[in-house]
Each structure stands twice: as C-alpha cells, then as structure tokens.
C-alpha cells in the first residue's frame, strides 16, 4: 500500500466513528500525521487496551472489566429499581447526579431509520429475564426524548405489561428530540426525580 493509500485507508477507519463524515475524519488525520510518534503510539496502544479489557456486564451490559461491572456486584444498590439507558455514557451521566442508587439496564443503541426492533432483541430479552426473576418493582424508561427513544420506551412497556411490576418514564424538563447525553446534571436529576408511570397499551 502506498502512502496515500495508507492515509485513504485511515481516513476510511475514522470514518466509522459515529457522526464524524469524510471532511471530519480527514481533518483527524493530517492531526495524528502531525502527532508526535510516541504520542500516536499511545492512543493506539489505548484503543487495543480497551478492546482487550474490557466488555459488557453479563447483567446490565455496563462497560466492564470482569464479567460482572461494579454496580451490579454493590450491595448497596437497590435491586428492586431497574433504570433503562440506551448507552453506558447515560449511565455514567446519571451516576454522576448522585441521585439515583438502583441499577440499570443498558439497551447498547436505539432505534433509527436504519435499524429495526429486532437489532435490540436480545437487551430486550436480558431485561424480561432479570424482571421475570422478581424482586423488581420499578423499571424506569430513560430512553432519549426523541421519536425513537419513544419508539422503544412504548414497545418496552408492551413487553412489561404481563409482569406485576411499575413501568415508568423520565420526566420531561428535558427537551424533546435531544440525546441525553448533551443534558446537564441538574435537569436530568429533575428529570428523574418527576417520572411518571405509563398506562399500558391495550
């Protein structure tokens, strides 16, 4: 491969990463051409270490270093709560409002124009299972306030409504159509803090 392929081949590489176009990832790579080596070697070496280290919680689908991630094996969580995120950057976000000390359940993505329900099949089946074990009163919905972050709240209440369990939805406060990841602390706090409960669709 010659040089400008090696550089086309990178740029083609950062392209995959979400929301960054051809223009962006080109920009991306004349800076790590002018990063010093060390420097790139580093990141590279960050990026193979997060590959080799770590996974998905076998509970939560949390970022994780083990099998288990530290919130599912902390017994001072309240096990009857399961909040619902679609990334574990929400999760993150969340944990940091100190508000919330229940567990989670990671969707690992959302539904889109390209995707379909069955892409998040299995997360929604790992949720079923661990509410069909009992001992969960709540399920808390924080999926985006957006048409597709309803989309799945809606079809997540369909899948709950046999279970004698309280299926509720963040409040609003926060604004239609924006990722949660871009919302501060203390509006997702309110947030949480005014949930409601969804009636179950007939």
């Known amino acids: 491969m010659d040089q400008e392929g090696v550089f086309n081949h990178l740029i083609g590489q950062l392209t995959k990463l979400p929301g960054i176009g051809r223009k962006s990832a080109q920009r991306m790579a004349f800076f790590l051409l002018k990063m010093p080596a060390d420097e790139a070697k580093k990141l590279g070496l960050a990026i193979i270490d997060v590959k080799d280290k770590l996974s998905f919680c076998q509970i939560c689908n949390n970022v994780t270093e083990g099998a288990i991630c530290l919130i599912c094996r902390d017994p001072r969580r309240d096990t009857q709560k399961i909040l619902v995120v679609e990334e574990p ?21 959302t539904l889109s124009p390209l995707t379909q329900v069955t892409a998040l099949e299995p ?43 309280t299926v509720t939805r963040i409040a609003c406060g926060i604004p239609f159509g924006i990722d949660l990841e871009y919302v501060d602390e203390v509006t997702l706090s309110k947030s949480l803090e005014g949930r409601r409960e969804l009636s179950h669709a007939s």
């Open 89 to 109: 950057s929400t999760l993150y976000l969340i944990e940091k409002t100190g508000r919330y000390r229940g567990t989670y359940h990671v969707l690992l993505g």
């Open 123 to 165: 997360t929604f089946k790992n949720l079923i299972e661990r509410v069909e074990k009992g001992g969960v009163s709540e399920v808390i919905l924080a999926t985006s306030l957006s048409m597709e972050g309803e989309a799945v709240a809606l079809y997540l209440n369909r899948l709950l409504k046999p279970f004698l369990v």
